[in-house]
Nanobody, 115 residues
């Protein structure tokens, strides 16, 4: 079972921080990339951040300098530290676990930024 499971979403005030976690099982040897995507109401799913097995990261321009993606040892968990959140960050955040040539998506966790 390699479907990832997200946690850590919730309601936060503008300027606040949240840390999302995603349990992403699977062999480190089959890992291609782990990532976070988000989908806001009425919008398409978009990339937030990705990290490869070698540790190379990629961020959407809208989150650069505010969000940080990282993994645990053996890349079994992927994190998204989100700082200085604003209402435009409100969305369902989905975890991507790409291993063995297959992409597995979590069910998402809702992040709401509001005062």
């Amino acid at each position: 079972q390699v479907q990832p499971v997200e946690s850590g979403g919730g309601l936060v005030q503008p300027g606040g921080s949240l840390r999302l976690s995603c349990a992403a099982p699977g062999s480190i040897f089959s890992l291609n990339v782990l990532g976070w995507y988000r989908q806001a109401p009425g919008k398409e799913r978009e990339l937030v951040a990705t990290i490869t097995r070698s540790g190379r990261t990629n961020y959407a321009d809208s989150v650069k300098g505010r969000f940080t993606i990282s993994t645990s040892n053996h890349a079994s968990t992927v994190y998204l530290q989100m700082n200085n959140l604003n209402p435009e960050d409100t969305a369902v955040y989905y975890c991507l676990n790409s291993r063995g040539g297959m992409d597995y998506w979590g069910k998402g966790t809702l992040v709401t930024v509001a005062s």
